[in-house]
């Protein structure tokens, strides 16, 4: 994205133009105050009564750090986060390595193109609630893949992810790939749309296999594309939560427990507010610590423009 | 990769996508298929596919245990009220971001965009204090505001990103002509930006109907959504397969249709812009 400067700025214009600016400043204000006061203060406000007891009500009695210590000595916590830590890795390689793959493939017009894409963009659609519903049906052993695969005669066939708690993230892994490739694929297929085709030409000519081409040239030029579908894809997966209790409701036991699920519950079914707050907390740190970095390099590169 | 397309790889590569475009589509296929049988075929082993006895059974007893359309009637309401209002409330800060930038816009928008990918849970109590003090909980104005606030930071950039295609230069002309700010606003810009606005409205529309966190959590009865709706037949029906399947597809179906009617916006807009 280049700069944008497309205001006039004759010397002619002067009075108009601090005119413009005026209102369009007038025009952002209540947008960015209501993003100020909602975001930020009801975040600042959840960190503050994270260094608190409050247990059914938020109240402010100062207990230091003794929140997160417990948090972190709670077996539950640590499920979740390690769960999630899971499931975002996978996912984010999964979706992207299915979703390019895919687009590679398909990079060629195809007939009633706009129908296909919608088709492959219906599972982003729809809710997480219903995608949860759907898939803990096709992964029920009594009556999904597994007795379909064991009705065509394979007895010992067994895939029943969802009441295994080893396995338990994989099935949660499925639907989200399910609801989330065709996206990718359709964001990079018109990444891919846009090169050039003399760099294809070029790259033949020189005798280069087409597996480095993509490394090596289209990678990189299609880097906005992948930023864009990596935004997407991370804030879908800090997120996760409807799904998990549409599938899964945490279980088998504890096996299949996420932060924000820890988060909900600690506050509103065990009533234990700090501890709430302590996990809500940590969890934006985390997010913080993956976000900074990232908006850093976006800011260091837009200045060098 | 020869692009050099024949038309024998050109219908290899058709079938090869609508092979995957069926195999993606399948789950909601099936689930529209089940829910026009009875029990008994849902669960049948192999499984039927077409030839079993329609039967419009289950979406009866769905509608009778719970009343769809005051669902559905939220859901509309949440996700159109919450899409008009940040649309009213978006459209001046885009286009002043957009045509009249300052050194800091980019910072704003990075800034913005950046709360979306807060945990929700961070805000979710002093939203919850506030709506119990303002006596909020489980009313649709409430809802509207929240649904309105966590997606108003992917309006304003979608906006943004869309406005910014407008060329500047035709401003300029229309200023050289003596065109007032309204004209210019009416004539030129709306006009132009028509088409982005349409797809950034899909998409928060679905992005507000399918928003489960938030519905789910401040609402109990009055305000409830068909995401309510679907949730409330997960677990105690959850052998109840057809019934399941025909509450899944009274709540997907306004989308699907929505979509298949708006194609070219839905793809514009469900990849927040990226494709064209």
Redesign the interface.
């Known amino acids: 994205m280049s700069s ?5 700025a004759g010397p002619d214009k002067r009075p108009i133009r601090l005119f ?2 005026l ?3 007038i ?2 204000i ?3 105050l ?2 100020v006061g ?2 930020v ?3 600042i ?2 960190i503050v009564y994270s260094f608190t007891d409050s247990g059914l009500l ?1 109240r402010l009695n100062w207990v230091g750090l003794e929140q997160y210590e417990r948090l972190w000595s709670t077996r539950r916590w640590l499920v979740s986060i390690e769960n999630l830590a899971v499931f975002g890795i996978a996912s984010l390689i999964l979706t992207f390595a299915l979703g390019f793959l ?1 687009a590679a ?7 009633f193109e ?17 995608t ?7 992964l029920n052993p ?2 999904g893949v597994q ?2 695969v064991r ?2 005669g394979f007895e010992s066939f067994t895939f029943d992810p969802l009441y295994d708690s080893s396995k338990v993230m994989i099935g949660l892994l499925i639907a989200g790939l ?1 609801q989330g ?3 990718i694929m ?2 990079l ?3 891919l749309r846009g090169i050039d ?1 003399d760099i ?2 070029a790259s ?1 000519v020189d005798g280069i296999p ?1 597996w480095k ?1 993509y490394v090596v040239i289209i990678i990189p030029m299609l880097k906005p ?1 992948f930023i ?2 990596l ?2 894809v ?2 879908g997966i ?2 996760l ?2 799904l998990v ?2 599938m899964t ?1 945490g279980g088998p036991g504890i096996s299949s427990e996420v ?2 699920k820890f ?2 519950d600690t ?2 079914t065990r009533q234990n ?1 700090g501890q ?2 302590a ?3 940590m ?2 740190v985390t ?1 913080a610590i993956i ?1 900074i970095p990232w ?1 850093l390099l ?2 260091r590169g ?1 200045k060098n423009d | 990769m020869a692009r050099a397309v024949t038309t024998k790889r050109k219908t290899l590569t058709t079938a090869l996508a609508w092979a995957i475009g069926l195999l993606i589509f399948f789950p909601i296929l099936w689930t529209i298929l089940t829910s026009f049988k009875t029990e008994a075929q849902a669960i049948a082993n192999p499984p039927i596919f077409l030839n079993f006895d329609w039967t419009l059974e289950n979406y009866a007893i769905v509608q009778e245990r719970s009343d769809y359309m005051r669902f559905l009637w939220n859901s509309v309401i949440l996700a159109g009220g919450s899409t008009l209002l940040g649309i009213i409330i978006a459209v001046p800060a885009a286009w002043s971001m957009a045509f009249v930038p300052s050194k800091r816009t980019k910072d704003i928008l990075l800034w913005m965009l950046s709360t979306k990918m807060l945990p929700a849970v961070g805000v979710l109590y002093p939203i919850y204090l506030l709506f119990i003090e303002l006596g909020l909980l489980d009313s649709r104005a409430g809802l509207v505001i929240v649904l309105m606030l966590i997606n108003l930071p992917i309006i304003v950039w979608m906006l943004y990103t869309y406005f910014r295609e407008i060329p500047g230069e035709i401003l300029e002309a229309a200023r050289m002509d003596g065109a007032t700010l309204k004209e210019e606003l009416l004539y030129i810009l709306t006009p132009m930006a028509i088409p982005g606005i349409a797809s950034t409205v899909l998409l928060n529309f679905i992005l507000a109907w399918n928003e489960a966190f938030w519905t789910l959590n401040l609402t109990a009865v009055d305000a409830a959504p068909l995401t309510a709706f679907i949730a409330s037949y997960s677990s105690p029906e959850g052998l109840f397969f057809a019934k399941l399947s025909a509450a899944s597809t009274m709540a997907i179906a306004p989308i699907l249709i929505l979509g298949w009617f708006s194609q070219k916006q839905l793809v514009r807009g469900l990849t927040f812009g990226a494709v064209k």
């Open positions: 944008a400067e497309h205001a006039p413009r600016n209102w369009s400043k025009a952002a209540p947008m960015i209501v993003s909602i975001f203060g009801g975040t406000w959840t938020p895919l493939l398909l990079d060629r017009k195809i007939r706009d129908t296909f894409r919608t088709i492959l963009l219906y599972p982003f659609a729809l809710s997480f609630i219903v949860g519903l759907v898939w803990q049906w096709i009594e009556f007795s379909i009705g065509l399910w490739t065709g996206l359709v964001i297929l018109a990444g085709e294809w030409k033949r087409a081409t594309v864009t579908a935004v997407l991370t804030s800090v997120k939560y409807d209790v549409a409701s932060p924000a988060v909900y506050l509103f507010l709430g707050f996990a809500s907390t969890m934006l997010v976000l908006a976006q800011f837009k």
